[in-house]
């Protein structure tokens, strides 16, 4: 018994490194969309901090990032947020600072004052007593406004989100799936796409889950607003492998979801520790006791890590896979809840691909 159970796991250890190591068959998509969400970088950057190549350089972080083989950063839009950033304000001065480094721009839009993620889809203050028409044209107008303010400015919008990790839906709770009906979520997202295409036809529109982990619920959430006449552009997937699960997981997903669906898949969130310390007050999100893959949490480690998501992304068929917020190493006064941004920390830092004095990792690689 305990014979079978260690070819078992052997077996399967064997699995996950052979889909994360070996090379992309001649039949899968190279990784077009290399790319970094980098939504808290303007607030530090406002607040003196610097960044550094790996050689100890000082240097644009665009450039490091770029350097190292992105194209593509991703800045989150909150409506009314307390801190004054993540607003449309600070998206459009960030968008021309992306798009005059020749990168491009994808807008995740949360339709929020604050965070939305699987477990929490608060709609914007100003929305909060709205029924479902009037959230219908709340979504299409505002997703009008942002997007055609940056078209005209000259930093269209390449990619948007409609939403952000809405496994249950967003906008709750008018906009939750309840009992697997579809009908109210899949009214915004129609909203959402139409105001997007309105503001300019090219720019892609993605519906982002955190379904990573689960074929089964990607599955049902998928159907179910398919099967509602939902039309986007790109199945995009949160993954992070301490909560959703092994590569050989990721890939089984992807491969499916790419499949059924029809449509490019890209991995929107990933991230890998590179030290179990904690920089600042602020409890590490993500501690340091939780590895994955054999990884230690070094900077090698973390090089290694998101090496083998994007092979596996790749080997899958997916065209991209984005780095959530490698610049937001801790700097005091970046905090991580809008209402009290000065008072609170980055539960991030451990995360980042710059360390606590701002220098990059260089074992962290962006690859087509």
């Known amino acids: 018994m305990r014979t079978s159970l260690r070819a078992v796991v052997g077996a399967a250890l064997a699995a996950v490194t052979m889909v994360a190591l070996t090379p992309a068959p001649a039949s899968a998509a190279s990784l077009t969309m290399l790319g970094a969400d980098v939504s808290s970088l303007q607030r530090t950057l406002d607040l003196g901090g610097k960044y550094y190549t790996a050689a100890g350089a000082q240097a644009d972080p665009y450039d490091i990032l770029k350097g190292a083989g992105a194209n593509y950063m991703r800045l989150r839009v909150w409506n009314n947020p307390a801190s004054g950033y993540n607003n449309k304000a600070k998206v459009l001065q960030q968008a021309k600072a992306i798009k005059a480094k020749g990168l491009k721009l994808l807008v995740d839009f949360h339709y929020s004052d604050t965070w939305a993620d699987p477990g929490k889809q608060y709609p914007p203050a100003a929305w909060s007593s ?3 028409a009037q959230l219908q044209t709340d979504v299409y107008n505002y ?7 940056l078209k005209s400015q000259g930093t269209t919008p390449d990619s948007v989100q409609i939403g952000n990790e809405i496994n249950v839906g967003m906008l709750w709770p008018v906009g939750k799936v309840t009992n697997s009906n579809f009908a109210p979520l899949a009214s915004l997202l129609k909203s959402g796409y139409n105001a997007t295409k309105a503001c300019n036809s090219g720019t892609q529109v993605m519906i982002h889950t955190a379904d990573a982990d689960s074929d ?6 998928y159907d179910g607003i398919k099967a509602q006449g939902v039309t986007w552009d790109i199945t995009a997937l ?3 492998c301490m909560w959703h699960g092994t590569l050989a997981n990721l890939y089984n997903v992807i491969a499916d979801v790419k499949s059924r669906y029809g449509k490019p898949v890209v991995v929107v969130e990933t991230a890998y520790m590179y030290t179990t310390a904690n920089a600042d007050g602020q409890t590490n999100s993500i501690p340091g006791t939780t590895t994955c893959d054999g990884q230690p949490a070094t900077k090698a480690g973390q090089g290694t890590e998101f090496t083998w998501i994007q092979n596996t992304a790749r080997n899958a068929g997916a065209i991209g896979v984005f780095y959530w917020e490698p610049t937001w190493y801790a700097i005091t006064g970046n905090g991580w809840d809008p209402a009290n941004i000065n008072g609170t920390g980055d539960g991030w830092d451990n995360m980042a691909t710059f360390d606590a004095t701002g220098k990059f990792n260089s074992y962290v690689k962006w690859t087509a």
């Open 130 to 132: 709205h029924t479902l």
């Open 216 to 221: 089964a619920n990607a599955r049902w959430f």
């Open 238 to 240: 949160s993954y992070y």
């Open 143 to 149: 997703t009008y406004d942002v997007c055609t303010a």
